[in-house]
């Protein structure tokens, strides 16, 4: 289906439910983004990711409980002779009551996923792959929360491999101290007539972490320390074997103002996640980022992040800026 129809039909699925609903709700997203990534003294790949997702989304609150969104994803990469480079399909229900959240269908991962270490999710999902599609389940209070999500990433075709991410993370914090954990499965299956040299593949990584969020101490606006255990999964069937590489990780993270830093520390045995950030290939990766954030306002956040990662006894460099824009609007509709 192309876009033009996708939308109307959208709308008209939507009008007709427009008689039985309590409010109808617009979203508008935008996420423009510059990232420079000098990597070329480790001999990772060197790129520059530079272009602008707009997503718009129009759907109906049956309730104080039941939504249903539907939009479109629309991506741009400067530089490109196309105008639209991929459109990905918004659609899906949520219900929302009181600690519990559900999502079916292809829904944003912002503010659902976002709080995943790069060491399992890369970064660059966020620029390439934006939305889940699949189902999320999410349970938070004060204290804890806690998710399990499915997102399945591409669908079996003669030439096209079954493949999913399952995953789940949650946080418990009853005052300053917390332990957090994240995990994920990424199950690479066979194309419907794969070759000779197609393996099935398992991998994926387990994070549990313990830290201190000590609010703000002294002059600073936030600090946060975390440390703990990293291990990987990693086996491709009939080919290897199960490898289990294990190592520590930790993170402090501090903030003032409009700026903040943070520093990264790994140090262990190297994991090859297929999903993951390949510095962490190596045995020691330390990162450090220093952000500053010059567009603070109410639906608009711009900020810019400079990298150094130490890794190998190499220096790589990272110059990013992202600017996300986000509108949202409700009315109410007569029953």
């Known amino acids: 289906m192309s876009i033009k129809k996708y939308l109307i039909v959208s709308v008209l699925l939507l009008s007709s439910l427009s008689g039985f609903t309590q409010q109808l ?7 423009g983004f510059a990232d420079n990534r000098e990597y070329a003294k480790s001999g990772r790949l060197s790129q520059t990711i530079f272009g602008a997702r707009f997503s718009p989304e129009i759907g109906v609150l049956l309730d104080s409980t039941h939504r249903l969104r539907v ?14 480079e991929k459109a990905d399909p918004v659609i899906y229900y949520q219900y929302q009551k009181k600690a519990w959240d559900f999502y079916l269908g292809a829904f944003p991962r912002v503010n659902l996923l976002d709080d995943y270490p790069r060491i399992l999710l890369n970064d660059t999902l966020n620029y390439f792959r934006p939305n889940i599609e699949g189902m999320l389940v999410k349970y938070e209070t004060a204290k804890f929360k806690q998710n399990i999500w499915i997102d399945w990433t591409s669908k079996q075709t003669n030439e096209n491999r079954e493949a999913f991410l399952f995953g789940f993370s949650g946080k418990y914090q009853p005052g300053k101290f917390f332990v957090s954990h994240h995990a994920y499965m990424f199950h690479n299956a066979f194309s419907k007539m794969p070759p000779t040299d197609q393996y099935l593949q398992d991998n994926g990584a387990v994070l549990v972490q313990l830290g201190l969020d000590l609010g703000k101490p ?18 491709t069937r009939g080919l290897t074997g199960i490898e289990i590489p294990k190592g520590f990780i930790s993170n402090v993270y501090a903030a003032y103002k409009k700026f903040d830093i943070q520093n990264t520390f790994y140090a262990g045995q190297g994991h090859f996640l297929i999903n ?10 330390d990162r450090l980022d220093i952000g500053f954030t010059p567009i603070m306002f109410k639906n608009i956040q ?3 992040i400079c990298s150094l990662h130490f890794v190998d006894g190499v220096i790589d460099s990272q110059q990013a800026f992202s600017l996300r824009y986000n509108l949202f609007n409700s009315k109410a509709l007569k029953k």
């Open 71 to 84: 939009g479109v994803n629309l991506f741009h990469e400067f530089g490109s002779s196309e105008f639209i």
């Open 218 to 235: 002294l002059f600073l606006d936030s600090l946060t320390i975390s440390a703990g255990a990293m291990a990987s999964i990693e086996r």
């Open 302 to 304: 711009g900020k810019f």
């Open 276 to 285: 993951g950030d390949k510095f962490y290939t190596s045995d020691v990766y």
């Open 25 to 31: 709700e617009t979203n508008f997203n935008f996420h």
